[in-house]
């Protein structure tokens, strides 16, 4: 019996062929696509609460044999474990820290061969990309967050290690003070971007940053090229299991000519049918 109170475990535990194991999630299972494709048993669980505000009393009451949170959720650790609950607290913020966190649950749920397999896809994958661009110059890249364009990922983030993966530069990455920071117009003129990404369910689209004339003069808006990222399935700016498949999009992006998108998309297709045991419908990543 699993609690998940973190949408990226909750999902990493779909990955790992574990959904039938889990008696409690975090809230807002129904605004996320791939509960309801892969698992939709989900949307019908309890929830106790998020990070922020974790129903401690209504995750006793299920009866948990381990429940698994973010690691800044530290309260909650001492008071389950004061319980007797086992506990697995991650904290996925680059490529190393989520390997590690499917290295701890695959471990304490007997699921290391399913583990190990998602971990060498990784690999691979990042492997492939590099040997394609090979010593292709860097592309800058800026990464506008969900609420607002100016809110941009910095050094922290695990999307500097997408943009880097990838073959790119993340123009922000000179920000290790914080996480998502504010900028205004004048530094976003000066990092002047090759390519602008919004992230999936972004608050804002692509045209609303082609038309405002305050970035006219960047380059990214200058040759079109800003994209955002598909959004059908899930965020792959975050360290969900499937963020592989985010580094590969945006190498499609930066390097199409070397990974075109059509292989993305049946690559993306692959995964989601090996690790995730769903048809997806390919055109979902082309609108």
Do not use: H
């Amino acid at each position: 019996r699993i609690v998940s109170v973190y949408y990226i475990t909750t999902s990493l535990l779909i990955a790992l062929g574990l959904e039938d194991s889990v008696v409690g999630i975090e809230t807002g299972a129904d605004k996320r696509p791939i509960y309801s494709l892969a698992a939709p048993q989900f949307n019908q669980l309890p929830n106790v609460g998020s990070p922020k505000n974790f129903d401690l009393e209504g995750c006793i009451a299920l009866e948990p044999d381990l429940v698994i949170l973010p690691i800044r959720m530290k309260d909650a650790v001492e008071n389950l474990e004061k319980l007797g609950i086992n506990v697995i607290a991650v904290n996925p913020e680059n490529m190393d820290l989520l390997k590690e966190s499917i290295d701890m649950i695959s471990k304490a749920t007997g699921t290391e061969n399913t583990g190990e397999k998602l971990k060498s896809y990784y690999d691979d994958k990042l492997s492939e990309i590099k040997s394609l661009i090979g010593e292709e110059g860097k592309t800058k890249v800026y990464i506008g967050g969900n609420s607002d364009f100016l809110s941009t990922a910095t050094k922290n983030m695990y999307q500097t290690f997408m943009v880097e993966a990838a073959g790119g530069i993340n123009v922000a990455s000179d920000i290790d003070d914080t996480y998502w920071a504010t900028i205004s117009y004048e530094q976003l003129l000066t990092y002047n971007p090759d390519v602008i990404i919004g992230v999936p369910s972004a608050a804002y689209t692509k045209e609303d940053i082609l038309k405002d004339e305050r970035l006219k003069a960047v380059n990214a808006v200058q040759k079109g090229q800003v994209y955002m990222m598909p959004d059908a399935f899930e965020a792959w700016d975050s360290p969900v299991p499937s963020s592989i498949l985010g580094t590969m999009w945006l190498t499609s992006v930066l390097y199409g000519d070397k990974y075109p998108y059509e292989k993305f998309t049946e690559d993306a297709a692959y995964f989601y049918k090996e690790f995730y045991g769903i048809e997806i419908n390919k055109e979902d990543l082309t609108k």
